[in-house]
């Protein structure tokens, strides 16, 4: 989550300036290869009955801040 953050945090402050373009997207590209292999790992605990709603709560939050980290890099 928290490369995510940094990544959304700097498309918002400084998106229009190259560097922070390109920092944001390296960023946030490990952001989301993090998510992936959380939202893998919720979705195994769902499947367990384990904890159902933490995991579901948590898959909601990652897909929530991936397409945001998306939709800033696409429209920056």
């Known amino acids: 989550m928290v490369p995510l953050a940094v990544a959304l945090l700097l498309l918002?402050?400084?998106g229009?300036?190259?560097w922070?373009?390109?920092t944001a997207a390296v960023v946030g590209g490990i952001g989301l290869l993090a998510s992936v292999i959380a939202l893998a790992?919720?979705?195994g605990?769902?499947?367990k009955g384990?904890?159902?709603t933490s995991a579901a709560w948590v898959i909601f939050v990652l897909l929530v801040a991936s397409c945001a980290v998306?939709?800033?890099l696409m429209v920056a």
């Open 12 to 14: 918002h402050t400084l």
């Open 16 to 18: 229009d300036q190259t």
């Open 20 to 22: 922070a373009y390109v």
């Open 41 to 43: 790992e919720c979705v």
């Open 45 to 47: 605990a769902v499947r």
């Open 50 to 52: 384990v904890a159902w």
């Open 70 to 72: 998306v939709y800033r």
